[in-house]
């Protein structure tokens, strides 16, 4: 244990004497935890991260400590050469690296039946891993890695391996073509769309990052070094930059591997590429309201009674709500300013809920739908005991996220067309596998991004700007004070369905918030979520964007003229020319955000295709899907489709009493509001005993 820094090793002790080869010395697991790796952990809750840590430990670098005496004919030799299997499997399990391979128990039928776990599992019977937490991301392409098995495309600044182009530094991609001071409203669609967007996708998944923040050769802090020394992995700033002046590199670390995959794929004999792990369920399951382990969700249960509910903060005054608790632990991302404030971050079902304002006012909203459905349950059903009413409570919100999802804000996302090509549910399908595909998360959902506003609106119950301001997107971050100190969580929610949203524009795609202010207030060097998606797209391996072209039967390209179907801007051509030099480099994030919308949509053809790829795996592979005969009574169905995220706004902000029947569509104040009395809700009397079977 040192001053900053902690290493751990896990050792094993080896004395092999073989033909051709005696070996005598340690094999270790190295790996370090320092100040820096709880400071600058990007969101906060480090207590998982310590979890995850320990559970992943042997992904990280191996170190043989060892005195190897040839005796003879060794030119080459492999670790199972060197390590019997049963040695290997002991390395396996004292580190940890046979933690993501757990075989879950499904074997309480009348459970499974019920109600999903927490984690995931045992939603398909037959494949109870399928989209559980902590598993690895799916992919519909094979990874591509400069080394085809581990190493980032590009990692090496002149290497040529695919292509005669080098590929360009993600930060020029950024500022060349991503970055924009102007934006257009979006004509039709309010901020809410981009929201609800950022709140589902926290349901869906989460990469588990480096475990370390520091480089595992000295215990360096990754935010200091600027050389690819794993799990550092910098983003480079061009020296022609304005940002040159104050840095060379922007922080960024890898993600983990999946235990035997990448480099630790060598040690179990084999060699397999490098693949990520998500650590949300991937099902559309509420898990940013309940966590996505049995762990999580006991720390967010309120057990003091036996009502079902979910545990509370501070009140606020004049009524009955509640804030979300407070996260327990060292102090993080919320009270880095000592100055601006000590109220530490909220804690809520998924970690990065204090990420944005925004989002932590639907995780407000949301937690409280919660126990207002408990306690009417409770109402209804006084016999029931704490836990049935938290799993029926519990459903009953998966199903109205869901609902929302398919009927209100997929729809204004693919358009008829893409509505279409999604279909109609026609029943649970075993053999779909709903985990999150990798190009889905790393590129393809990020699409988002590219939605956000500069200014979170924060609106008075007239619709008028309150007395503290509009805010900056970047004083947004990580600040929960200002919904203690600045009125609560109302102006922000009528921020979102009150103003419009951006609409993403090919040549205006990420504000400069993002991309020159992001994280601001807790990285000495501010951080570019522009050239963030695209390193990261490039850690895990992503293949291009010309690869997913052929996968969604597009046109096969060989020059960027051959572009032109998708991309109509011979500027954002030339741009892309200039940058990438052939379509074949070209990443796929940065190509998705500047195809052309199709008309009646906001996504282009590419998106769209992965899109109805993903979102038809999460409804058919769902066994506990809201529709599949069986989840619930026909009646019940009946009543979860009146849900909308009106009804929950008008139920679970502070004090909100005007919404528009659908808060994803503009509208004026006050023609195009409605009272929240005039708001269909759920009628939850059909979950009382005596109805079943209605
Ligand atoms: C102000 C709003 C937002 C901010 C500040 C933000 C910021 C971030 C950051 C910092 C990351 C991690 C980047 C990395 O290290 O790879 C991320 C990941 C991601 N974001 Fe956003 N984001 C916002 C809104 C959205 C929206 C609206 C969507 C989608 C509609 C979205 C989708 C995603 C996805 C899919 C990921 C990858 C998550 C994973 O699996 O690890 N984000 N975002």
Same mark, same amino acid.
């Given at each position: 244990?040192?001053?900053?820094?902690?290493?751990?090793?896990?050792?094993?002790?080896?004395?092999?004497?073989?033909?051709?080869?005696?070996?005598?010395?340690?094999?270790?697991?190295?790996?370090?935890?320092?100040?820096?790796?709880?400071?600058?952990?990007?969101?906060?809750?480090?207590?998982?991260?310590?979890?995850?840590?320990?559970?992943?430990?042997?992904?990280?670098?191996?170190?043989?400590?060892?005195?190897?005496?040839?005796?003879?004919?060794?030119?080459?030799?492999?670790?199972?050469?060197?390590?019997?299997?049963?040695?290997?499997?002991?390395?396996?399990?004292?580190?940890?690296?046979?933690?993501?391979?757990?075989?879950?128990?499904?074997?309480?039928?009348?459970?499974?039946?019920?109600?999903?776990?927490?984690?995931?599992?045992?939603?398909?019977?037959?494949?109870?891993?399928?989209?559980?937490?902590?598993?690895?991301?799916?992919?519909?392409?094979?990874?591509?890695?400069?080394?085809?098995?581990?190493?980032?495309?590009?990692?090496?600044?002149?290497?040529?391996?695919?292509?005669?182009?080098?590929?360009?530094?993600?930060?020029?991609?950024?500022?060349?073509?991503?970055?924009?001071?102007?934006?257009?409203?979006?004509?039709?669609?309010?901020?809410?769309?981009?929201?609800?967007?950022?709140?589902?996708?926290?349901?869906?998944?989460?990469?588990?990052?480096?475990?370390?923040?520091?480089?595992?050769?000295?215990?360096?802090?990754?935010?200091?070094? %600027? +050389?690819? !020394?794993?799990?550092?992995?910098? =983003?480079?700033?061009?020296?022609?930059?304005?940002?040159? #002046? /104050?840095? @060379?590199?922007?922080?960024?670390?890898?993600?983990?591997?999946?235990?035997?995959?990448?480099?630790?794929?060598?040690?179990?004999?084999?060699?397999?590429?490098?693949?990520?792990?998500?650590?949300?369920?991937?099902?559309?399951?509420?898990?940013?309201?309940?966590?996505?382990?049995?762990?999580?969700?006991?720390?967010?249960?309120?057990?003091?009674?036996?009502?079902?509910?979910?545990?509370?903060?501070?009140?606020?005054?004049?009524?009955?709500?509640?804030?979300?608790?407070?996260?327990?632990?060292?102090?993080?991302? %919320? +009270?880095? !300013?000592?100055?601006?404030?000590? =109220?530490?971050?909220?804690?809520?079902?998924?970690?990065? #809920? /204090?990420? @944005?304002?925004?989002?932590?006012?639907?995780?407000?909203?949301?937690?409280?739908?919660?126990?207002?459905?408990?306690?009417?349950?409770?109402?209804?059903?006084?016999?029931?005991?704490?836990?049935?009413?938290?799993?029926?409570?519990?459903?009953?919100?998966?199903?109205?996220?869901?609902?929302?999802?398919?009927?209100?804000?997929?729809?204004?996302?693919?358009?008829?067309?893409?509505?279409?090509?999604?279909?109609?549910?026609?029943?649970?399908?075993?053999?779909?596998?709903?985990?999150?595909?990798?190009?889905?998360?790393?590129?393809?959902?990020?699409?988002?991004?590219?939605?956000?506003?500069?200014?979170?609106?924060?609106?008075?119950?007239?619709?008028?700007?309150?007395?503290?301001?509009?805010?900056?997107?970047?004083?947004?971050?990580?600040?929960?004070?200002?919904?203690?100190?600045?009125?609560?969580?109302?102006?922000?929610?009528?921020?979102?369905?009150?103003?419009?949203?951006?609409?993403?524009?090919?040549?205006?795609?990420?504000?400069?918030?993002?991309?020159?202010?992001?994280?601001?207030?807790?990285?000495?060097?501010?951080?570019?979520?522009?050239?963030?998606?695209?390193?990261?797209?490039?850690?895990?391996?992503?293949?291009?964007?010309?690869?997913?072209?052929?996968?969604?039967?597009?046109?096969?390209?060989?020059?960027?003229?051959?572009?032109?179907?998708?991309?109509?801007?011979?500027?954002?051509?030339?741009?892309?020319?200039?940058?990438?030099?052939?379509?074949?480099?070209?990443?796929?994030?940065?190509?998705?955000?500047?195809?052309?919308?199709?008309?009646?949509?906001?996504?282009?053809?590419?998106?769209?295709?992965?899109?109805?790829?993903?979102?038809?795996?999460?409804?058919?592979?769902?066994?506990?899907?809201?529709?599949?005969?069986?989840?619930?009574?026909?009646?019940?169905?009946?009543?979860?489709?009146?849900?909308?995220?009106?009804?929950?706004?008008?139920?679970?902000?502070?004090?909100?009493?005007?919404?528009?029947?659908?808060?994803?569509?503009?509208?004026?104040?006050?023609?195009?509001?409605?009272?929240?009395?005039?708001?269909?809700?759920?009628?939850?009397?059909?979950?009382?005993?005596?109805?079943?079977?209605?």
């Amino acid at each position: 244990v040192g001053y900053s820094s902690i290493h751990i090793y896990v050792c094993v002790y080896i004395y092999l004497f073989q033909p051709c080869i005696s070996i005598m010395g340690w094999l270790c697991v190295e790996s370090s935890i320092n100040e820096h790796w709880i400071m600058h952990s990007q969101y906060s809750h480090t207590v998982t991260h310590f979890q995850h840590f320990i559970n992943y430990l042997s992904s990280r670098v191996f170190l043989s400590y060892f005195n190897i005496f040839p005796l003879f004919c060794i030119s080459e030799f492999r670790y199972n050469d060197l390590v019997s299997p049963h040695y290997l499997n002991l390395i396996a399990n004292l580190s940890g690296c046979t933690a993501h391979r757990r075989s879950p128990n499904c074997s309480d039928i009348c459970f499974h039946q019920k109600y999903r776990t927490h984690d995931g599992t045992c939603n398909n019977l037959q494949n109870p891993m399928w989209g559980a937490s902590m598993t690895a991301f799916e992919r519909i392409l094979k990874p591509v890695y400069e080394n085809g098995f581990n190493l980032p495309r590009g990692v090496s600044p002149n290497s040529f391996s695919t292509t005669q182009y080098p590929l360009p530094l993600p930060r020029i991609v950024s500022t060349k073509m991503v970055g924009t001071a102007t934006i257009t409203p979006d004509d039709r669609y309010t901020h809410m769309l981009m929201q609800w967007g950022q709140f589902l996708d926290h349901d869906l998944d989460q990469t588990v990052p480096a475990l370390s923040m520091s480089r595992f050769s000295d215990g360096q802090s990754c935010s200091s070094v %600027c +050389t690819n !020394d794993p799990p550092c992995f910098p =983003i480079l700033v061009p020296q022609n930059d304005a940002r040159a #002046a /104050n840095s @060379q590199c922007m922080f960024f670390v890898r993600s983990s591997p999946v235990c035997g995959s990448g480099m630790t794929s060598l040690m179990m004999s084999s060699v397999y590429a490098r693949e990520q792990i998500n650590q949300l369920t991937a099902y559309i399951d509420a898990s940013n309201v309940y966590g996505s382990s049995d762990r999580e969700s006991e720390e967010l249960r309120d057990h003091t009674d036996q009502r079902g509910l979910l545990k509370k903060g501070l009140p606020i005054p004049s009524s009955e709500k509640h804030l979300l608790p407070f996260s327990t632990g060292p102090p993080t991302e %919320c +009270t880095r !300013d000592e100055n601006e404030s000590l =109220i530490p971050c909220f804690l809520a079902g998924d970690h990065r #809920a /204090n990420e @944005q304002l925004a989002l932590t006012a639907m995780h407000t909203l949301w937690f409280r739908e919660h126990n207002r459905i408990a306690t009417e349950l409770f109402t209804l059903n006084p016999h029931w005991d704490g836990d049935t009413i938290y799993n029926e409570a519990r459903k009953i919100v998966g199903a109205q996220m869901q609902h929302i999802t398919y009927s209100h804000w997929l729809p204004k996302i693919l358009g008829d067309r893409g509505m279409k090509m999604l279909g109609h549910y026609k029943g649970y399908n075993p053999n779909v596998n709903s985990g999150i595909i990798n190009s889905f998360a790393t590129a393809a959902f990020r699409f988002g991004h590219t939605l956000i506003n500069p200014i979170l609106y924060r609106l008075n119950d007239t619709f008028g700007e309150i007395p503290e301001g509009h805010l900056p997107l970047h004083k947004a971050f990580f600040s929960p004070f200002r919904i203690i100190q600045e009125g609560g969580i109302d102006p922000l929610l009528r921020g979102l369905f009150g103003v419009a949203g951006k609409l993403r524009v090919p040549s205006q795609l990420l504000n400069l918030e993002l991309t020159e202010k992001l994280f601001s207030m807790a990285h000495s060097v501010a951080l570019d979520l522009a050239a963030t998606n695209i390193q990261r797209g490039r850690d895990h391996g992503i293949p291009p964007y010309t690869d997913f072209r052929v996968f969604c039967n597009l046109t096969s390209v060989e020059n960027f003229e051959d572009l032109h179907n998708e991309i109509k801007d011979p500027n954002i051509r030339e741009k892309l020319k200039k940058l990438y030099g052939t379509p074949l480099n070209i990443d796929l994030w940065p190509a998705l955000m500047v195809e052309d919308l199709i008309p009646g949509t906001r996504v282009g053809p590419t998106l769209m295709c992965l899109f109805i790829t993903q979102f038809q795996r999460l409804r058919d592979g769902d066994r506990f899907w809201y529709e599949n005969p069986g989840v619930f009574t026909p009646a019940q169905v009946t009543q979860l489709k009146q849900a909308s995220l009106a009804h929950v706004l008008c139920e679970n902000a502070d004090n909100i009493q005007q919404v528009q029947a659908d808060v994803f569509l503009k509208a004026e104040y006050p023609q195009g509001y409605m009272n929240c009395n005039e708001i269909p809700k759920i009628d939850l009397r059909v979950w009382q005993d005596c109805c079943e079977g209605q």
